[in-house]
C-alpha cells in the first residue's frame, strides 16, 4: 500500500479533514491532498511526524512504496549536496572578507628589488645641447647626459602593472635612487611587465643655475624600499633605505642608442 493511500484512510478512520490534518503538520490543505492523490510525496522529517501521529511503524509506510523511497533517497542526497554548497559559499565569503581586509593593509603600490625581476635596460645618449636661458637672456650649455629605460617583470601578488611608474627620489654625484609605484588589483587579468624611465633633469638644473654634477652619467641606481626606510630617514646613506639594481659597471658596457627627438 502506497503512503498517500495508508495517509488518506488514517485520517479518514480518525474523522479528520484534510485542513485538520494540514494545521497539524503546519502546512496547507493542498498539499495534503496532493500526498494522498501521490502526486507529491512528505520529505523524511514529515514522514517520521506521520509515523508518530498515526502510531504506525516507519517500515510500514516506506516498505512498499519503493518511489517515495527512492524519491526519499534522493532528496537526502539533495540535502547533503545543498549543506556542501553552503559549507563552500560560507567558507569562500570568509576567504573574501579576509582577503579584502588584508588588502587594505597591503602595500602592493610600490615594489621592492626582491619584488621585480629585470629583463633589460635601454640606454639613451642625449648629446650636449645649447639653449638659451628664458630669464636672463644667457646663454647655456646642457651637457652630454643620458637615459635610462628598465623594462622589468613581477609575481607580486594583487600587483597590476597597467598604471606602473617611476619616481626619482634622490641623487648624488654616485647614485640614482628610484620608485617603482604601481596599482592593485584582486580579481581579473592582472599585468605582470612594465618599466619606469631615468630622464635626465640636466635642463631643468641648468635653468636654475644650479651646479655640481647633474647627469645620470656614470651612476648607480637604487630602488627604494619602504619597508626599509623609516621616519628619520638618512638621504646620504642610501643603503639604509634602498638596494641597488644596476651598478656604474653594469651601466657602462650598455650599448648606447640616440635620443630620437
Do not use: C
Not at 134 to 140: I, W
Amino acid at each position: 500500500m502506497k503512503i498517500g493511500q495508508i495517509i488518506k484512510e488514517e485520517r479518514t478512520h480518525r474523522e479528520l479533514t484534510q485542513e485538520d490534518m494540514a494545521n497539524e503538520f503546519f502546512v496547507t490543505r493542498q498539499l495534503i491532498s496532493k500526498w494522498e492523490n501521490d502526486k507529491s510525496y512528505p520529505d523524511l522529517e514529515q514522514v517520521v511526524k506521520i509515523s508518530e501521529y498515526f502510531d504506525l511503524p516507519l517500515d510500514y509506510l516506506l516498505k512498499e512504496d519503493k518511489k517515495m523511497v527512492n524519491e526519499l533517497n534522493f532528496d537526502s542526497k539533495k540535502k547533503k549536496w545543498m549543506k556542501y554548497l553552503i559549507y563552500f559559499l560560507i567558507t569562500l565569503s570568509f576567504y573574501l572578507v579576509v582577503s579584502f581586509f588584508l588588502i587594505s593593509f597591503y602595500d602592493g603600490a610600490s615594489l621592492t628589488k626582491k619584488d621585480i625581476e629585470i629583463t633589460k635596460i635601454e640606454k639613451i645618449l642625449l648629446p650636449e645641447k645649447k639653449l638659451k636661458n628664458s630669464k636672463t637672456g644667457q646663454e647655456l650649455t646642457l651637457p652630454e647626459d643620458i637615459e635610462y629605460t628598465i623594462y622589468f617583470k613581477t609575481n607580486k601578488a594583487f600587483v597590476d602593472l597597467s598604471n606602473v611608474f617611476g619616481r626619482e627620489l634622490y641623487t648624488n654625484e654616485e647614485k640614482i635612487v628610484t620608485q617603482i609605484n604601481t596599482g592593485r588589483k584582486i580579481f581579473g587579468k592582472k599585468i605582470k611587465k612594465g618599466k619606469i624611465s631615468i630622464r635626465s633633469n640636466r635642463g631643468l638644473l641648468s635653468e636654475y643655475n644650479f651646479e655640481g654634477d647633474n647627469t645620470n652619467i656614470n651612476k648607480d641606481i637604487y630602488l627604494y624600499d619602504p619597508y626599509k626606510a623609516n621616519k628619520n630617514i638618512d638621504w646620504d646613506n642610501i643603503p639604509s633605505y634602498a638596494d641597488l639594481i644596476a651598478s656604474k659597471e653594469e651601466l657602462n658596457k650598455l650599448p648606447l642608442s640616440k635620443n630620437k627627438s
